[in-house]
């Protein structure tokens, strides 16, 4: 059953973004006029330095037919904890995450709602086709990081080329919250509570004015962030590198002992020195991975992430449980998907 009466809201984050701001909204009134009466725009002011909140304030005063809203941070904390603070705030069916610089192509919001109302899935996400725009080392080192994030991480996979741009129904936003951890990992948290999904391919044009806040150092760090909180393996790999590298030791020990019994000492002290090294070495690798091994346990347990996500309740339960999205001891539940 599809929905008739629905509220999406766009949340966008905004740093320094006097530039773009009022095209950006002139752009969603005009592209996406089907869809206003069930549209907001959820702005989050991320400690602008420049006029940006007041011109938000100037857009909210000026009451049009579109819902516009404003969430200002007390200073600039970064576009992750900007979303995390939307989505802990909006209380709407869906939430659109987008930038600001019209580089999410707003008429892909209609498509985007189109799945979810009318084929009922819960996470629509924007795949970029075509990275032309990009240079190509950053297109390399994209694709090298999304090759390695997805090896590493053996639960949570990221589609490759998804930003941060698509359509998150309720449940996943209500899931998102209770991912507590303070390094937040966008697209990694965004995929950590399931539920069904659909790409949807689409051409990123380049900013429509102002200029990107990123550069290769905090890609670097932010690419390091989404591997760290996503996989211990980093961590944990060095007891199997201790354990190889411990084998080959003993092995070559095993040859040098019986070579020098043969046929003599060559060079007094060689024997028993490269017999301590190896066998020291590989004893210090064992020793890193065994910290690394707790250390990556209590890396996870400090997150403290819900243990599970149950996406429906069905049969006589369903009768004796509160409705709605309840939040349990160790992880969430919802009654049933309620807008199908
Ligand atoms: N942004 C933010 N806080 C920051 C940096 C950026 O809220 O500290 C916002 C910015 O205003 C824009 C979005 O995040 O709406 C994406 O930023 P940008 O276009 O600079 O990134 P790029 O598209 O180059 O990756
Ligand atoms: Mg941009």
Sequence with gaps: MAKANYLVSLIVPVYNEEATIEIFVSTIKKKLSAELSHLEIVFVDDGSKDSSAALIEELIAAQSELKISLIKLSRNFGKEAAMTAALDIVNSDAVIPMDVDLQDPPELVLEFIRIWRDE????????????????????????????????????????????????MDRKIVETVRLLHESNRFMKGLFAWPGFSSKGVPYQRPPRVAGNSKWNYWKLWNFALDGIVSFSSLPLRV???????VGLLAFVYMCWIIIETMISGIDVPGYASTMCAVLFLGAVQLISIGILGEYLGRISEEAKHRPVYVAQQIK????????????HTASGIYFMQDDNK
């Design 315 to 326: 049969g006589d339960l369903a009768k004796r449980v509160p409705p709605g999205a309840q």
């Design 120 to 167: 009922g899935i819960d996470h629509v996400y924007g795949v970029r086709v075509d990275r032309s725009q990009d240079t190509e080392m950053k297109r390399m080192t994209s694709g090298g990081f999304y090759f390695v994030f997805n090896r590493l991480s053996n639960k949570v996979k990221i589609p490759a080329n998804a930003g941060d741009f698509r359509l």
């Design 238 to 244: 060095w007891s199997y590198i201790g354990a190889g």
